[in-house]
């Protein structure tokens, strides 16, 4: 269907339509009334056709969008906080990097909709159906000419779904990559061909759905409620269940607190006291004495640390390659002269963190090594990136905005949909 033929459609069950300059009037004071100023009146734009507009960069929380047509409507950067959305057609809705926590989706067409990047925490996404009065008076379901097709496809890609309700969705060959889906509760859903390849599925419940040719490689799929019988062998590989890969905490000889202990005085006594924390291999998950921690030349190559905190730790010179660090919490960290080759930092938070070379000596400075990283999703606002190396790295989606990109070497890195300053992208002379 063309967007003509949805516009004519619309008329038909008595849709108003909207220009840009009209629709920005009610922006305005939709806008007001979100921050509680003098003359604002909340939205209500119910079955309206707002296709091909835009709400870009705007507040719109609770703003009522009941059966409204948003074909190709452009909401990115956009404010939508406990929105209402029930069965609104938002096919080929441009939404990345959008706030729709505790929005409400149920029963919304998001076919070919872009969700990369945004905050769905709470969103109800569960089947819905509205009937609206016809010009004879009676009955007809809203978006009638709607198939199942059209209910499936939506890109969620480094979307946050956390507690999201999704219980009877169509989500055929919806792309969910890398999205942070804790808890959320997709039973009785239809599932078929859809890709959550790196999704953090943590105590999700995903019973009952079809489930035919899902992809749920290097997932996280730990406490999950699903019947991992209905897939593929090759559609699990690298994901991560209950069952530790490798050994793990419960397998040192030595409590992990104290290896902590006998590290720090390694590092304090030059190495003539203590000995130094090597961790290679080992299953991490759960760990939480890391975070302040003093890590200066720790080795912990190849081992799974999903979601371990880091956070103002003190690891230059560690060893970290090929870890999983995945959502891992690098915040304020100093991580001068690490070597994180071959690493996995998807959804990892860096915001602040020290990544410059580290100087051993006067002339001599151990550079940092980030050679084939995925940051994708990762958020490494206002970091100190200088002089470090990251050839072949992948900062899709990821955020540099405020970082130190001075002399970093970034041959063959990607860097597509990144957040960057007007600085930086002139600096890497990116369009």
């Not at 939205?43 to 969008?65: E, I, R, V």
């Not at 070919?112 to 009955?139: H, I, K, Q, Y």
């Not at 999704?199 to 489930?211: D, G, P, R, T, V």
């Not at 084939?372 to 990251?390: E, I, Y």
Request: proline residues 1%.
């Amino acid at each position: 269907m063309t967007d003509s033929e949805d516009k004519d459609e619309g008329k038909k069950a008595g849709t108003k339509v909207l220009t840009q300059q009209e629709l920005d009037v009610i922006i305005k004071k939709h806008e007001y009334y979100a921050t509680g100023r003098m003359g604002g009146i909340r939205a209500h734009l119910a079955h309206y056709d707002l296709s091909n507009l835009t709400f870009a960069g705007k507040n719109m929380s609770d703003a009522d969008f009941t059966g409204a047509y948003l074909v190709k409507t452009d909401f990115k950067g956009a404010k939508l906080d406990r929105a209402i959305f029930f069965c609104a057609d938002l096919r080929l809705a441009n939404m990345r990097g959008a706030s729709l926590v505790n929005a409400d989706l149920r029963g919304a067409s998001l076919r070919g909709a872009m969700l990369v990047g945004a905050n769905m925490t709470g969103t109800d996404l569960r089947e819905g159906s509205l009937s609206n009065a016809d010009s004879e008076g009676g009955l007809r379901q809203a978006h009638a000419n709607l198939t199942v097709v059209d209910k499936g496809g939506a890109n969620l890609s480094g979307a946050n779904l956390s507690d999201a309700k999704m219980a009877g969705a169509v989500a055929a060959g919806s792309v969910f990559q890398n999205a942070t889906m804790k808890s959320v509760r997709i039973n009785k859903a239809d599932l078929t061909n859809a890709d959550f390849s790196g999704a953090n599925l943590k105590n999700a419940n995903i019973s009952n759905s079809e489930m035919s040719n899902i992809n749920l490689r290097n997932s996280v799929l730990t406490g999950a409620q699903i019947d991992l019988s209905a897939v593929s062998k090759e559609n699990l590989e690298g994901s991560l269940t209950n069952a530790p890969i490798g050994p793990s905490l419960l397998d040192l000889k030595i409590p992990l607190d104290q290896l902590l202990q006998f590290h720090k005085a390694w590092i304090e006594s030059s190495g003539m006291d203590g000995q130094q924390l090597i961790l290679d291999g080992y299953d991490l998950r759960g760990a939480t004495v890391f975070a302040k921690a003093i890590l200066t030349m720790m080795k912990a190559k190849g081992a799974i640390m999903h979601e371990v905190s880091f956070m103002k730790s003190y690891l230059q010179a560690a060893d970290l390659r090929d870890a999983d660090l995945r959502h891992c919490d690098f915040r304020e960290a100093d991580m001068r002269g690490i070597n994180c080759a071959g690493a996995k930092l998807i959804n990892a938070d860096l915001s602040k963190a020290q990544l410059q070379p580290l100087g051993l000596s006067q002339n001599n400075k151990l550079v940092s090594d980030f050679t084939g990283v995925s940051f994708r999703h990762a958020s490494l606002a206002n970091a100190n990136l200088s002089f470090v190396k990251f050839c072949n790295a992948d900062f899709g989606d990821a955020d540099l905005r405020g970082a130190n990109l001075e002399s970093a070497d970034f041959t063959g890195a990607n860097f597509a949909s990144a957040q960057m300053d007007d600085a930086q992208k002139q600096l890497l002379q990116i369009q």
